[in-house]
Nanobody
Framework: VQLQACGGGLVQPGGSLRLSCVVS????????MGWYRQTPGALRELVAC???????DIRDSLEGRFTISRDNAKNTLYLQMNSLKPEDTAVYYC????????????????WGQGTQVTVSS
C-alpha cells in the first residue's frame, strides 16, 4: 500500500485546512485508516481514525475541531481541521491499520512522507 498525503501548509490561528491521503490499490474500502501527527522530538500521536465501516474516533482534545472522512470511490482519506491553533503544528501522516471495537487503532504498514501543517501568525 502506498499513501500520498497532501494539503498541508501555513495557516493563521483560527484557520482551516483539509488534508487528503490518496491510497494506492483496489482495497482501500476494506482498510481501517488513521491520521497521525508528529512534532520534532515527540512520539507520533493518533489524531483520528475511521474504520472500513465508517466508525469514527477523534482524539478527545481535538473533538469539535477535527473531522475525518473517506471517499472510497476516490481511494482518499480526509482530515478536516478547523479553528487551528499553533499547537496543531506538526507533520501529519496517514496510515492503514486495524480499528478495534474498543476504539483502539493499531497502525500497520507504511506511512508515506507526511504533510507539514504550520499554524502561525
Amino acid at each position: 500500500v502506498q499513501l500520498q498525503a497532501c494539503g498541508g501548509g501555513l495557516v493563521q490561528p483560527g484557520g482551516s485546512l483539509r488534508l487528503s491521503c490518496v491510497v494506492s490499490g483496489s482495497s482501500f474500502s476494506s482498510y481501517d485508516m488513521g491520521w497521525y501527527r508528529q512534532t520534532p522530538g515527540a512520539l507520533r500521536e493518533l489524531v483520528a481514525c475511521i474504520s472500513s465501516g465508517g466508525t469514527i474516533d477523534i482524539r478527545d482534545s481535538l473533538e469539535g475541531r477535527f473531522t475525518i472522512s473517506r471517499d472510497n470511490a476516490k481511494n482518499t482519506l480526509y482530515l478536516q481541521m478547523n479553528s487551528l491553533k499553533p499547537e496543531d503544528t506538526a507533520v501529519y501522516y496517514c496510515t492503514a491499520g486495524v480499528y478495534y471495537s474498543n476504539g483502539y487503532f493499531s497502525p500497520r504498514g507504511s506511512w508515506g512522507q507526511g504533510t507539514q501543517v504550520t499554524v502561525s501568525s
